[in-house]
């Protein structure tokens, strides 16, 4: 419905502005019930835009004024930084942005640890509980001592006589060939061992007369096995030892000796993650008579095992 204002209508504004000119007639259009649902811009569009508050009829002189203390109050507010601050492109003052030092959701997001703290945790609590597995197994492996015993020694050949050493010196010189004959049982229930050894020594008076080496074996778990071992020496200078040596063959009671040895075990109880290693040493007292061939029965007595 539209609704015609006359001069007079606009000309009874005049006091509230006098300085404002007589605008002309403009039209109002009162929104009906049939055109509710139309677009809001159709009513915008018909009705006539202003620059200043002071232009429209509808509003009192007193717009301007309030809006002309609102920017004095805003413009005392930056007069201050006018001097060397720079303005954008809406007349504001910049100000510096504060940066923070950091992301942090690379290390904590929504409560949660990133997915790389959690591959870490999980790698560390893996190693954690492979390292204790592998500790409670090695403890289990540790009384599966394989069981050494010497069972005879075995003279093929004996002669002593005069001689000189590599000097020129002479001396009593001492040719030895003999076998030693040994028992292993692995009592393990879950793996093997491989057997090995030092240098078997047959000594007399600290001297060592013969030598010969074990040679490494596997033996499977819960087994027996009888290995046998050459000592040789060839003409070895017994120096002072050679009367002793003379004197005690010659009485028939024997030449006391000594066969020293260390047997070294190792089993691989999880591959080669965890190792169960054993070293014993074995210490034999025997007599050598030099016209007995026949093998030396070495019993427990005569043998010490540690």
Not at 59 to 64: M, V
Request: glycine content about 8%; some cysteine.
């Amino acid at each position: 419905m539209m609704h015609e204002k006359s001069d007079s209508d606009v000309t009874s504004l005049a006091p509230s502005s006098p300085r404002s000119p007589k605008r002309p007639v403009y039209y109002v259009q009162s929104p009906s019930r049939d055109s509710h649902d139309e677009d809001k811009s159709s009513t915008m569009q018909n009705t006539p835009s202003y620059n200043t508050p002071t232009e429209s009829p509808s509003h009192p002189s007193y717009g301007r004024h309030s809006r002309e203390s609102s920017a004095s109050r805003f413009s005392g507010t930056f007069r201050s930084s006018r001097g060397g601050r720079k303005r954008n492109d809406k007349g504001w003052p910049e100000c510096d942005v504060i940066q923070e030092e950091g992301n942090y959701n690379e290390f904590y997001k929504d409560g949660v640890y990133s997915r790389r703290c959690q591959l870490l945790i999980g790698l560390v609590a893996f190693v954690m509980l492979l390292s204790v597995f592998c500790l409670i197994i090695w403890g289990a492996s540790r009384p599966y001592k394989a069981r050494i015993s010497v069972k005879s020694l075995t003279v093929h050949n004996f002669y002593f006589g005069e001689g000189s050493d590599f000097t020129g010196v002479p001396t009593k010189m001492l040719t030895v060939n003999c076998s030693m004959r040994m028992s292993v049982y692995n009592p393990a229930t879950f793996f093997g061992i491989h057997v090995s050894s030092t240098s078997v020594n047959l000594m007399f008076s600290e001297i060592t007369v013969a030598t010969g080496q074990l040679k490494k074996y596997y033996q499977p778990r819960k087994s027996h096995r009888v290995v046998i071992v050459n000592l040789e020496g060839n003409k070895v200078p017994l120096y002072g030892a050679g009367g002793s040596l003379a004197a005690s063959d010659m009485v028939g009671d024997g030449v006391p000796m000594v066969l020293v040895f260390d047997v070294k075990q190792r089993g691989n109880v999880v591959g080669k993650l965890v190792k169960s290693r054993h070293r014993r040493r074995v210490s034999c007292s025997l007599l050598i008579d030099s016209r007995n061939s026949k093998p030396i029965k070495l019993n427990q007595t005569s043998c010490t095992y540690y």
